[in-house]
């Protein structure tokens, strides 16, 4: 669903463009696809044990009822406050360093390891120790999706650095650039793309640490919520922030894709995919 | 203004195959001079180490013996005082025309609306001032070559370098640029190099030919064509155009044997 909402803009320019014959926008394919989906999990959904699994109506009337009872807002801007700082911060940091790496090799022979190893670092197994180093509090929570976001974000955009052409980076030197105008001028956008794709990969990452963080810590947030309704045997109300989170980081990713457009529509431009 | 020099220049290139090390020696013992305002052609087989030569005097590439001289100075790495078009113009493709042009004016520490109207004179030069805002990936291939031109021109450099420009465009864009290219050192005067493999191409730009081979000089042709008769059909139909234009092919089959390659060592250069 992120992905085809991703390059709905981009064939509309296209289609704008050729405006040879009409095609379905990939909005209507996507929405459809995502009723039939939900239709159909309504259907067999109700055939199963309640305490097994649930269906959307249900859980609908669950959400509607953790709104009423006050408990879904408070838990829901708490992760939610939680999630865009550590994730933040995991752009912020993750893509200096893959700049960094991917462009020095003294730097990349050093610390490249640490990044490959960072990013098959089995998290759910270190979070007791955060939590003993740094607490229960926002601070553990924010650590452990930093962790988990910032290795796709660095290892992307060193991935890109990597595959900008020296071609390009010639020019840079040829009007007597320093390293640090390359980095900044040459190096950077043209290393974008891939950047975007580890800062959208990110997305999902933090969304899992997220919940990962609060099962072990305080419990808080919608993990607190899952828990407690996974240990009341209340199937549907434990559905309600696992399918809120999963529309969250589907609207986190359309929002990046916007920017993307907006930043680099170039982009768009050279990489169209053609026909259907 | 600045003529400019390359002094014995020699370059090998270290390579791995197979597990060995093998050494590829490119330029041997380089030496050429080209004056102030003068145009010179850098001709020889595919893969005689032309490009290298170029980069070289750039200062993109290090050589491994020998200097660079601009105007008598010794020089090493790249500078303001030489400017160069790559084969395939290299634009920063998420900038637009002017932009690209004013990049380069930019690293020189011209910025604002100075920048910006400097290179809308060149884009003017160049015959694209009203593709200012286009990005690369709008302009047809001799136009992203013309901003490449621009974007070269723009910094005012004494020298340029220009490694096969007009390579890649059909006969009739490249006859139109040759032409500009003609004007626009009529106009600045400027010293250019020009790596080309095509013969009609050199004989019409160049005041002289220097034929390359086995990492060396071999031949240098001078050509004396009636320039003060611009038109570029009178001169092809001149005396001088054929005559000159024999002697680069002849010279060009004389020197046909490639690059050297030593199979050992790292020290094993033929
Ligand atoms: N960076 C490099 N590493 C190894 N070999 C190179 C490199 N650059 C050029 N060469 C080799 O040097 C030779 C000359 O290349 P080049 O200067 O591009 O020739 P030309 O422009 O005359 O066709 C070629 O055999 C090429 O393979
Ligand atoms: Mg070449």
Redesign the pocket.
């Given at each position: 669903m992120a992905l085809s909402n991703m390059t709905s803009d981009v064939e509309a320019i296209e289609e704008t463009s050729s405006s040879v014959g009409k095609r379905v926008p990939n909005w209507v394919i996507t929405t459809a696809s995502v009723s039939i989906a939900v239709a159909l999990w309504e259907i067999f959904g109700r055939d199963v044990n309640p305490i097994f699994g649930s269906y959307p109506s249900a859980i609908f009337v669950a959400f509607v009822k953790l709104l009423k009872s006050g408990q879904f807002l408070p838990a829901a801007r708490d992760s939610a406050e939680t999630l865009c700082l550590g994730y933040i911060l995991s752009v912020i940091v993750g893509i200096p360093l893959g700049l960094l790496i991917g462009r020095f090799r003294v730097l990349e022979a050093a610390f490249g390891i640490y990044v490959v190893a960072g990013y098959a670092m089995p998290l759910v197994a270190l979070v007791p120790l955060l939590v003993l180093w740094l607490g229960l509090g926002l601070s553990v929570k924010v650590a452990v999706i930093f962790l988990m976001a910032v290795f796709p974000v660095c290892i992307n955009t060193w991935v890109g650095v990597r595959a900008v052409p020296r071609s390009l980076v010639d020019v840079g030197r040829s009007f007597v650039a320093s390293d640090a105008v390359i980095l900044r001028r040459i190096i950077f956008p043209a290393a974008l793309p891939y950047i975007v794709a580890g800062v959208r990969l990110a997305i999902g990452k933090a969304v899992v640490a997220m919940i990962i963080a609060e099962f072990f810590t305080a419990i808080s947030g919608l993990g607190g919520i899952i828990i407690n309704s996974a240990n009341n045997f209340d199937t549907a109300t434990m559905f309600v922030p696992v399918v809120f989170l999963m529309a969250f980081a589907c609207g986190l990713d359309a929002l990046i894709g916007l920017i993307e457009r907006r930043c680099m529509p170039w982009q768009a431009e050279i990489g169209g995919r053609e026909g259907a | 203004m600045a003529g400019i020099s390359l002094v014995g220049i020699g370059k090998t290139?270290?390579?791995r195959s197979k597990g060995r090390d093998t050494v590829?020696k490119?330029l041997d013992d380089l030496t050429f001079d080209v004056a102030d305002g003068e145009i010179v052609a850098l001709c020889?087989?595919?893969?005689?180490?032309?490009?290298?030569?170029?980069?070289i005097a750039m200062g993109l590439?290090a050589p491994t013996k020998g200097h660079i001289t601009v105007d008598q100075r010794r020089v090493k790495g790249c500078g303001h005082d030489r400017g160069i078009i790559f084969q395939h113009a290299e634009l920063l493709p998420w900038l637009t025309a002017k932009a690209n042009v004013m990049f380069g004016l930019e690293m020189k520490g011209i910025r604002g609306s100075a920048a910006s109207d400097v290179a809308m004179s060149y884009l003017d030069l160049v015959g694209l001032s009203a593709s200012a805002e286009r990005r690369p990936h709008q302009l047809s291939g001799g136009m992203r070559q013309r901003v490449g031109i621009a974007r070269a021109l723009a910094i005012d450099p004494g020298v340029l370098l220009m490694?096969?420009p007009f390579g890649a465009l059909d006969a009739q864009s490249r006859e139109g640029l040759q032409t500009e290219l003609l004007a626009i050192h009529a106009k600045t005067r400027k010293t250019i190099v020009i790596?080309t493999h095509d013969l009609d191409e050199a004989v019409i730009l160049a005041d002289r030919i220097l034929v390359?081979g086995e990492g060396r000089l071999q031949e240098v042709i001078d050509v004396r064509l009636p320039r003060q008769n611009r038109d570029s059909g009178t001169l092809r139909a001149a005396p001088e155009f054929t005559d000159a234009r024999f002697r680069l092919w002849q010279a060009l089959h004389r020197n046909t044997s490639?690059?050297m390659?030593s199979g050992n060592s790292t020290d094993g250069i033929v």
């Open positions: - | 290139f270290a390579q590829i490119v020889g087989p595919s893969g005689c180490g032309k490009t290298t030569a170029l980069r590439e490694d096969e790596v390359l490639p690059i390659v």
